[in-house]
């Protein structure tokens, strides 16, 4: 997600930044990376009317996306790393000099190159490329391209070739290089080699540093510093490996590890290079003094062994910045009765699932979002460096709240809530319409903010709008991206205008199944203008007390407020309703309040699934009126629990995963994925305009872990009938990590016809196995031989892939049946079966009598797959 930086700006003038920058991105925000520029201003409070400028996506050498937004004005422009499944994204390093981004990917299984992007950089930047560069803001171009650093005021000078080289690595990978002149912070381009720690440059005579970035597949990663000086001659630099020492931030609590971390070395010119993600890795840097100059980290830490599937509760936000001098021993030490403690309460509206939480140090110099597994209907205790402002951004799915940003000091404080139910714009200031002549602009971005005040998008949700006068239609647009603005027309002068603006969700989300479509209903009398003017438009706010962590009602009537905001008038409500059948009937709610905000009591009946509200009200000022609907505001004590749903004649049939056949996690390394096909049937009378899949384990309502959900890309066969399919990409260490996950899992689909009527919603579809591959040791029998009638003992050992860490663990409590085949026959008989032990061991006694051959044999389970063990044969004298 593109953020803007300010300075000297308070947190919530940097929270409207980032609302109007990230407009118009879109997409999945899971663990998404995003690079702040040092120094940017602030956007205005209100989002500019005008249309964000275009994000410029190109895919990455493992296939993951980098998506730019360019900057205005003073901001510098920004990135976010998107995964191909929705995912945690990979581990990068990046560069961000003058106005050129490089990022490669690093700690892969195979080769990546770098991907490098011209940005349109900031009025007044030091370094970079002289000359315009606003037609070229957002191109790529090739790894390969023309040195562009150090151009300006250099051209005249002689230069003498540099040759950059690591010694003491092993690693065959490759690597970010970056070079500055120490005096004037001049950055200068380095070629590398794709797959080798070598580059090279031309400088002119004076005194450099450079940094090089790299790391390796569950390796080390390494931020190496080197200072050198060129004088008239070749010069032949070398970062030493060995030199590097270990960095990061380590707490006095035992049972938590990295989750992720970025680490960066900022210069005194206000650039920044560094590595950003990588679980558990270590990161390695170079010991230096560079005035100016800082190291900066930034690391997030959970429970030892948790997962996307069993997000940690605790999360540790730790900050510290080495100022100047890079230590010997640049490990920041913390003890936890040292931070500040608080607790975060994460509120759904559907299944129990897992969310993410992104966090960034404010500081002149930006940083990366990090990001973090947190349990939506759930609570997480924090732990955070006191003293350091954070910005921070939660959401699950498609959904995205942006946080207040926060500064706490030493000590317990008293938590905080996000995704309460409500969702719905409100708050007056986060709904712009203006006018310019005869042209109407609306932009209202936060489609599913919460009643708790955090800013909030779906970047699934579309919007339409009707423009009437005199109940006539002047015009309609639909199906808009809910974040992006509208322009409409309006006629010449003076008018009285009805204006209804309408989003919506989709409301079978599994895990968001409220606020599925926002109706905003408001009159007003404008007439053109030679200026841009903000016609001031009311909405009403809604908050419900007495709601539990899924947004739904209690035994307890619940009572409901609604206000009235309207920016620079008087505000008046003038109703107040609820419907408990999707609004085919509203009944009144007796209020008590003042004239802008009024309270009352909604009884809920217990079948009830869905309350949706609306309120009407006023600007008393202006003369404009405001309705506005959510439907399905929160949940009735039915909602949390819906049964299928079929509507019309819209059916699925025929689902498959991994065409039918087992989905064996075995051979896989730490990062590597499996992937697999998602298919199924659907049909209706008017054909099939799309449908989605959700693959989870346990109760569909209260999921013990869900795998993925997905958009199935649906070819028709025929007019009624479409295949519907998609690609799932697991890796079962990161998103499982827990061997109790495997076995049976469920698919559910759902389809929506043409018409707009059908859908086939089905919870239990199909079902698949998950299965680890089990390993039976080679049969050993003793003594051998054995005297007739004698004692023969025979072990072996049961194993199974482990998807907690790499290679097979122990499979304990197990029934595994030791078979013996007489010699001279075929035929495998079965003699006895004995448990497994906690160690994996089998092991039996019993008297011998024939000669023959001994082995042990495990079959298949729903979790495990079937194993024989080699055979021993033992002769009887």
Known sequence: MTYTRSTGHTGRGRQMARGAAAGAVTGALVAAATVLGPGAAAAPAAPAPEVPPAVTATKLADGERLEVLPGEGATQPGFRIVSQDGGPAGRYAYALSGDELTVLPTGRTGRTTATRTDLEPRPGQTGGRSGPSAEKSGRLASPSSAPRGGMAGSAAAATYPVSFSVANSVQETGSLMRVWDSTTWQPYDIETEQYALRGTASLPPGNYFALTVYGGYDRPNYLLAKSFKVTSAAVKVTFDQAGAKETGIRTDDGSVTRTTAAVSASLPNGQIMGYAGGGRSQVFVTPFIASGSALRIHEVQGRKGATRQRPSPVRYDLS????????????????????????????????????????????????????????????????????????????????????????????????????????????????????????????????????????????????????????????????????????????????????????????????????????????????????RTDLGLPDIGFRVSGLGLRNETGPTPSRVIATVNAPDGTPRLRGLEFSVDGGTTWTPIPVEGSSATAEGEVPVPQNTRYVSLRATGSDERTGTTVRQTVSRAFAGPAGVTLPPRTTGATAVSDV?????????????????????????????PSGIAGGSFLLYQGAYNKPDAVLADGTAHCRPVDATTSTCSGLVSLAPHTELGDNALAGVWKVAVAAHANDGQGVADQQEAGAFRMMRKAVLAAADATPEPVTAGGDLTVTSRLTASDWTDEGYAAFAGQPVTLQFRQTGTTAWSDVRTVTSGADGSVTTTLRAWKNGDWRWAFAATPAATAASSAADYVEVK
């Not at 936890?336 to 299944?351: P, S, W, Y």
């Not at 998008?457 to 015009?475: I, K, M, W």
């Not at 991994?658 to 659907?682: I, M, W």
């Open 656 to 684: 498959t995963v991994n065409e039918n056949k087992p989905l064996v996690l075995d051979g896989l390394a730490r990062g590597s994925s499996a992937v697999f096909p998602v298919q199924f049937t659907a049909t209706d």
């Open 320 to 531: 510290h910045t080495f100022e100047r001098t890079v230590p010997a021993d640049p490990v920041a030490e913390v003890r936890q009765a040292d931070l500040a403690e608080t607790e975060l309460t994460v509120r759904g509206g559907g299944q129990y699932r897992s969310g993410f939480l992104q966090t960034v140090p404010n500081t002149p110099y930006g940083g990366v979002y990090l990001s973090s597994n947190v349990p939506v209907a759930g609570f997480l205790t924090e732990y955070v460096t006191p003293g350091q402002s954070f910005s921070r951004i939660a959401g699950y799915g498609t959904h995205t709240f942006e946080l207040p940003d926060r500064t706490l000091q030493q000590g317990v404080h008293r938590g905080e809530s996000v995704g309460r139910a409500p969702y719905a714009p409100t708050g007056g200031k986060k709904y712009v319409a203006s006018r310019l002549r005869d042209e109407l602009v609306l932009y209202g971005p936060f489609s599913v903010s919460d009643s708790d005040g955090a800013f909030g998008r779906d970047a699934g949700a579309t919007q339409s709008y009707r423009l009437s006068a005199d109940g006539e239609t002047v015009t309609e647009v639909t199906g808009k991206p809910a974040q992006s603005p509208v322009s409409l027309k309006l006629p010449p002068g003076q008018g009285t205008y009805e204006l209804v603006r309408t989003v919506t969700r989709d409301g079978e989300t599994p895990f968001s199944r409220l606020s599925d479509k926002l109706i905003s209903e408001w009159s007003f009398t404008s007439g053109t203008t030679t200026t």
